[in-house]
């Protein structure tokens, strides 16, 4: 198994800038090469493994960057009448999704998960649908964190004994 691992924060992104977006809602082939060889490398991909911690009751920004570098039209969904239809195929995933103070069984007031609902969101509507999900919420808070901890890092090597 090949394993591409990509640092948002180690490995710039390329910017998704108004004519790059112009381009993209042309659905042109005119791309940059650059957005263009990321969206590559994110497509060659059979399995992802997401590590996404809750920022600011999201993602962090730049994990809504690769969301927008890589969404394209014609390629990861099209649009109809009917709505979205994502278009990759055979496609699974993990996503990993941690917090330091939200945790579900909390209320509003220390947050709401717009993380986990934003981006299996999108990762359903660009046609990747088998999407497992790992929490890991209130790190700093929660009084359970070592059985937490445990538990996800159980699922973890049991997905991980499933690929
Ligand atoms: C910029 C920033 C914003 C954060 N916002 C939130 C938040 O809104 N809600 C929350 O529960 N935790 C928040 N956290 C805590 C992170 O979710 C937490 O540190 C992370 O899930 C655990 O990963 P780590 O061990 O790599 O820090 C924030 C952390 C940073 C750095």
Redesign the pocket.
């Known amino acids: 198994m090949k394993v591409d691992t990509l640092d948002l924060f180690e490995d710039p992104l390329p910017p998704c800038d108004m004519e790059a977006g112009a381009a993209k809602n042309r659905g042109s082939a005119n791309r940059g090469m650059s957005s263009r060889a990321l969206f590559d490398r994110f497509v060659a991909a059979d399995y992802y493994l997401f590590n996404i911690?809750?920022?600011?009751?999201?993602v962090?920004y730049v994990v809504k960057q690769l969301v927008d570098v890589v969404s394209q039209p014609g390629l990861t969904f099209s649009l109809s009448s009917k709505g979205y239809t994502g278009l990759l195929r055979g496609k699974r995933a993990c996503a990993i999704?941690?917090?330091?103070?939200?945790?579900p069984d909390s209320s509003p007031e220390?947050?709401r998960d717009f993380?986990s609902t934003y981006f299996t969101h999108w990762l359903n509507s660009v046609g990747v649908k088998d999407v497992e999900e790992i929490r890991?919420?209130?790190?700093?808070r929660s009084g359970t964190f070592a059985d937490d901890l445990n538990h996800a890092c159980a699922r973890a090597a049991e997905l991980g004994r499933r690929l």
Request: glycine share 14%; no cysteine; aromatic share 22%.
């Open positions: 911690p809750m920022w600011n009751f999201g962090p999704y941690t917090s330091g103070v939200f945790h220390f947050g993380q890991l919420n209130a790190a700093d």
